[in-house]
């Protein structure tokens, strides 16, 4: 990091993709859950870091934004369970084709405690290979909107996403299973701390949460596309659990997630854990 100025500072180097809530925050003490949310490990795939360079700042007291141009995904990772198999992560990472990723975030002066963004990756991800016999650009767009909200004991998050993917059908030929043109995700969560209500002078943490996530990753089909849609993609999650912070930088966690499809039932998970940063 180069800090020049408030407004525009300068970061190069291994970067994490400054998209959704989870990705640059990842750590377990900062989520609900012992997994992070589906929508985000599937529809934008955290934990996601290229090679890159860009921009970062405040503009206004409260409206930050960090820009990156990187290089892009790698359009062989992409799958029916979507692009996160194509995150490169820096090591022997192909740059034929570089990409653009942008944040904006607002914290609202007159309500303080509730945060307003979005965030942008544009990129090609065919990284000059052929598919199918085809060389492909196989552009690539994510786009994501969030807000959150914190006030006092409660927690709440909200998100959306969408992304396109262009030439699938040679992709899909290529690797043998549908892959998407399109994908979207959308999850909301709230969560409470009742601690203070059960010992008011403690400085530990318990909140009950839920979370209910509905996530496509084969939302459309190409035309041309030899592969149909996969129904089984198109899930939705309720999940319920709480996080116990003994001391802020250590939680255990317990949490019960119930799956659904359009293409049938999936198996329930019932997850217990312990995390820490230091």
């Given at each position: ?10 970061r ?7 998209m959704?809530?989870?990705?640059q ?14 929508v985000e490990?599937r ?16 503009l206004?007291?409260?409206l ?14 992409f ?21 653009f990723v ?24 065919g ?32 998100l ?6 262009d030439?699938?059908?040679a992709?899909s030929a290529?690797?043998?299973e549908?892959?998407?043109e ?15 209500h059960l ?6 943490y318990?909140a ?19 592969f ?7 899930r939705?999650i309720f ?8 001391i802020?930088?250590v ?7 119930n799956w ?19």
């Amino acid at each position: 990091d180069f800090f020049i100025d408030p407004m525009a500072n300068v970061r190069a180097g291994m970067v994490l993709m400054p998209m959704g809530f989870i990705n640059q925050i990842h750590e377990p003490p900062f989520y609900f859950g012992n997994n992070r949310p589906e929508v985000e490990r599937r529809i934008i795939p955290s934990t996601w870091r290229e090679i890159g360079a860009g921009l970062f700042g405040e503009l206004l007291p409260g409206l930050t934004y960090t820009t990156y141009v990187v290089n892009g995904l790698d359009a062989d990772g992409f799958g029916s369970s979507g692009i996160r198999g194509g995150r490169q992560k820096g090591s022997k990472a192909r740059a034929e084709d570089l990409a653009f990723v942008g944040r904006v975030d607002y914290e609202l002066p007159q309500i303080p405690g509730v945060t307003l963004g979005g965030s942008a990756y544009l990129g090609n991800s065919g990284q000059n290979q052929k598919f199918a016999g085809q060389q492909v650009d196989a552009f690539t767009q994510l786009y994501e909107g969030h807000v959150q909200v914190k006030y006092r004991g409660l927690e709440f998050r909200a998100l959306g996403s969408w992304g396109h993917i262009d030439d699938t059908a040679a992709l899909s030929a290529a690797k043998g299973e549908v892959i998407g043109e399109e994908n979207f995700g959308w999850y909301a969560e709230v969560g409470y701390d009742v601690m203070p209500h059960l010992f008011p002078e403690t400085t530990q943490y318990l909140a009950p949460f839920f979370r209910y996530e509905r996530m496509d990753t084969v939302a459309s089909v190409a035309a041309g596309n030899a592969f149909g849609d996969d129904p089984t993609m198109d899930r939705q999650i309720f999940q319920v659990g709480v996080n116990y912070k003994p001391i802020p930088n250590v939680v255990i966690k317990a949490d019960y997630r119930n799956w659904d499809s359009e293409g049938g039932d999936l198996p329930d998970d019932f997850n217990l854990g312990l995390g820490f940063i230091f």
